[in-house]
Every structure is written in C-alpha cells, then in structure tokens.
C-alpha cells in the first residue's frame, strides 16, 4: 500500500470528493509509475484517476460500519 494515500474511512466523517480525486491520482501514479503522464498517455491516465474515484465514491457510500467503529 502507498504509505502518502490517506485513509478516507474515518469514522462519522465522510471523505470529501477532493479527497477521494487526490487518493485515486496517488494510486494512479503507485500503480502506472507515472508522476504525470506523457501526452499520448494522457487520456488513459486521467480515465483511470477518474474511474478509480468513482469507484471509491461508490464503495465508501455503501460500507456498512458498525456503531462505534471507524
């Protein structure tokens, strides 16, 4: 796991949209070796921050927390 990610299930806080974009581009980035692609990967690397967050936003929606615990 990239040690610079943040967890953004915590607690009653929910993660803001921004948070959630910083943490797919930082995995984008772990993942592709890319700090900032080059132009003819531009297109791949921008889709796959965009559906990573989407599909955090979707997850951290529907985790099913027990009272109590983050």
Excluded: H, W, Y
């Amino acid at each position: 796991m990239c040690r610079s990610i943040k967890r953004l299930r915590d607690g009653e806080v929910a993660a803001s949209d921004q948070e959630i974009e910083e943490a797919a581009l930082q995995f984008v980035r772990k993942v592709s070796g890319f700090r900032a692609p080059s132009p003819r990967n531009e297109e791949a690397f921008n889709k796959a921050v965009a559906d990573v967050a989407r599909a955090s936003k979707e997850m951290l929606g529907t985790l099913k927390v027990r009272p109590g615990r983050a």
